[in-house]
Nanobody
Framework: VQLQASGGGLVQAGDSLRLSCAAS??????MGWFRRAPGKEREFVSS????????YYADSVKGRFTISRDNAKNTAYLQMSSLKPEDTAVYYC????????????WGQGTQVTVSS
């Protein structure tokens, strides 16, 4: 299983970015995004089931971030809008395999930096 996260960068407050997470190896019941800001613990950002029927967001990103997935490409996306400096972090994608209840595989992370 490999997860390749991409799309990070340096933007200004109010800008948008779209992160991608391409998975290989097999399909997954749930794909998600986490982030770790400097000096902080890793935190959940958003997740989506394969059908798209269950989507969750952290309160801090609701209304600004949108998660989606393209099952044909086995890829999840995180569209981030109205970015704030406090969104600065390394963003990691992760997946839950069928038959599992835990985030068993993680990508390498992509840096998002939002300047004020």
């Amino acid at each position: 299983v490999q997860l390749q996260a991409s799309g990070g960068g340096l933007v200004q407050a109010g800008d948008s970015l779209r992160l991608s997470c391409a998975a290989s190896g097999r399909t997954f019941s749930r794909m998600g995004w986490f982030r770790r800001a400097p000096g902080k613990e890793r935190e959940f950002v958003s997740s989506i089931t394969r059908s798209g029927g269950e989507i969750y967001y952290a309160d801090s990103v609701k209304g600004r971030f949108t998660i989606s997935r393209d099952n044909a490409k086995n890829t999840a996306y995180l569209q981030m809008s109205s970015l704030k400096p406090e969104d600065t972090a390394v963003y990691y994608c992760a997946v839950i395999s069928y038959g599992s209840a835990s985030w068993g595989h993680w990508g390498q992370g992509t840096q998002v930096t939002v300047s004020s």
